[in-house]
């Protein structure tokens, strides 16, 4: 087991890709039941300013390094961590569980980019095992489309459950429907299956690697992130004070 790590009030999961895998094949095995959430920077500045939020991912199983910012968070609290990039991780069950059966659905994106995604996954991984594919309409789905929609995700056997509604939706529509759900995972991907289906631009591996992916997708969308990326400067400031004793978070549930 991977130690969780207080940063900002948030535990998140001392962890690197592979161990992740190895988390989730284990609890696939064991028909055991979790979440598995992306914390880059802005999703624990987020969870700041929601306690809803912030209960959500301290009950969350797994809380993985998405973003380099966080991964160096933990570095310097001297915890080992790689960071867990959610397309990465979606390519990387894919291939894992090819051996195992694995059963894969994907819940959110549009119409296209969902279509394209499961076309290049299957391309990708021949005899991967995509057991059903939705796209919900933008905003809360009525109580009636909702249960149709779980039954149908029950009804596809999937062992993950792969959502992308955008945070922090995905997170708290995840967080209510995981009781309902049999699959052993749900996992919040975030704009991975726009990446992974081209239908956004992804940043360069060095931009990624430097940290530098937060640039990149601000330039390509700027209007629609720029309040996201205009909370890194405290984000870092908050973190130097944690470090350095000056500042003390809780964790809340």
């Not at 087991?1 to 094949?25: C, F, S």
């Not at 284990?26 to 969870?47: D, F, Q, S, T």
């Not at 609290?77 to 397309?87: I, K």
Request: hydrophobic content about 50%; glycine content about 10%.
């Amino acid at each position: 087991m991977h130690p969780k790590t207080n940063l900002l009030g948030i535990a998140v999961d001392a962890i690197d890709l592979p161990a992740t895998l190895q988390r989730m094949e284990e609890a696939i095995a064991a028909r055991r039941k979790g979440l598995v959430l992306l914390a880059p920077a802005h999703n624990l500045m987020a969870c700041r300013r929601d306690a809803g939020l912030r209960a959500v991912f301290n009950a969350a199983e797994l809380v993985v390094p998405d973003g380099m910012g966080t991964v160096w968070f933990l570095r310097l609290l001297g915890r080992q961590a790689g960071r867990v990039y959610g397309p990465d991780l979606l390519q990387a069950a894919c291939q894992r569980g090819l051996v195992g059966g694995w059963r894969h659905a994907f819940v959110g994106g549009s119409p296209a980019a969902n279509q394209g995604l499961a076309a290049r996954l299957q391309r990708e991984h021949p005899g991967l095992q995509v057991a059903a594919a939705f796209s919900p309409p933008f905003g809360e789905l009525s109580t009636a489309n909702e249960e149709a929609l779980l039954a149908e995700v029950n009804a596809s056997k999937a062992d993950i459950v792969w959502v992308a509604l955008g945070s922090p939706r995905q997170e708290h529509w995840m967080a209510a429907v995981r009781p309902k759900l049999n699959a052993a995972w749900l996992v919040g991907v975030g704009a991975a299956f726009d990446f992974l289906s081209g239908a956004k631009p992804q940043a360069p591996r060095w931009m990624q690697r430097a940290g530098l992916e937060w640039l990149f997708r601000l330039f390509s969308e700027p209007r629609r992130l720029w309040r996201r990326y205009a909370e890194y400067p405290l984000f870092a400031c908050l973190a130097l004070g944690q470090w350095l004793g000056l500042l003390r978070f809780e964790e809340a549930g």
